[in-house]
C-alpha cells in the first residue's frame, strides 16, 4: 500500500486520536528523568518565575509527576503565601490541559467503551452533576489526579464546572504541602505541624478509602 494511502487510512480511523494521546502521555512520562521543575523556575528572573512554575506545575502532572512533591516545591519557592496560589493555578491549569487534549483527542472514539454499568453510571453521573462530582473526587483522599482529568474529559461534563470544581477540590491539600514545604526549615512550628497532621490525615483517609474499594470490589465482580 502506497505512503499516501496508508497515511490517510490512520488519519480516517477512529483510534488514531486515542493512540496520538496515549502517546502524548508516554512521551510527558518518560520526559521527568530530564527536568526538574524547580530547578528550572530557580533560573528565572523574580517577577517571571511564579508564571514559569504555573506552567512548569501544569507539565508536570502531565508527565505524571507527584502533585504533592510538586506542592512542596512550591513551598520551598514562594513560600506559603504566593505558593499556595501558584500551586492551585499550576493543578487546576494541568487539569486544564489534560481534559483538553483528553477530549481532543480521545473522546469520541472511547465513548463506545463506556457500556459497562459502572462507567456508564460514572459518565452520567458526571454529565449531569459536573460539578458536584468532581469537587467530591478531588477532595476524597487517594483518587488519582489524572484518571479524573482523563474520566471527566470522556464525559459530557463542561469545562467550567470542571475547572471550578478542580479549584476548589484541591486547595485543602494543596495548601497542606505547600505549606509544609515552605515551614520545612522549622520543623516545630505550628505551621508544619498543622500541616504535617493534615498530610497523615490524608494519608490515612486515603489508606480507608482503599481498603474500603479492596471489599467492595468482590461484590461489584
Do not use: C, H
Request: glycine residues 12%.
Amino acid at each position: 500500500m502506497p505512503v499516501p494511502d496508508l497515511l490517510r487510512r490512520l488519519a480516517r480511523s477512529r483510534w488514531t486520536r486515542p493512540a496520538l494521546l496515549v502517546l502524548l502521555l508516554a512521551a510527558a512520562a518518560g520526559s521527568v528523568a530530564f527536568w526538574d521543575p524547580r530547578a528550572l523556575a530557580t533560573g528565572v528572573p523574580g517577577i517571571w518565575r511564579a508564571p514559569v512554575f504555573v506552567a512548569l506545575f501544569a507539565l508536570g502532572t502531565l508527565a505524571f509527576l507527584p502533585k504533592p512533591a510538586l506542592s512542596v516545591a512550591a513551598g520551598l519557592l514562594f513560600g506559603a503565601r504566593w505558593g499556595v496560589p501558584v500551586a492551585v493555578l499550576g493543578t487546576t491549569a494541568g487539569a486544564a490541559l489534560a481534559f483538553g487534549l483528553g477530549r481532543g483527542l480521545g473522546r469520541q472514539a472511547l465513548r463506545p467503551l463506556l457500556r459497562g454499568r459502572a462507567l456508564t453510571a460514572l459518565d452520567r453521573q458526571l454529565t449531569e452533576r459536573g460539578f458536584r462530582s468532581v469537587l467530591l473526587m478531588r477532595l476524597v483522599p487517594g483518587v488519582p489526579f489524572q484518571a479524573v482529568n482523563l474520566g471527566a474529559a470522556l464525559s459530557g461534563v463542561r469545562l467550567g464546572p470542571y475547572l471550578a470544581a478542580t479549584l476548589l477540590g484541591v486547595l485543602p491539600g494543596t495548601a497542606a504541602y505547600v505549606v509544609a514545604g515552605a515551614s520545612a526549615g522549622t520543623p516545630g512550628s505550628p505551621a508544619f505541624l498543622a500541616s504535617s497532621a493534615v498530610i497523615v490525615l490524608l494519608g490515612v483517609l486515603s489508606l480507608a478509602a482503599f481498603r474500603r474499594g479492596r471489599r467492595r470490589s468482590p461484590a461489584t465482580a
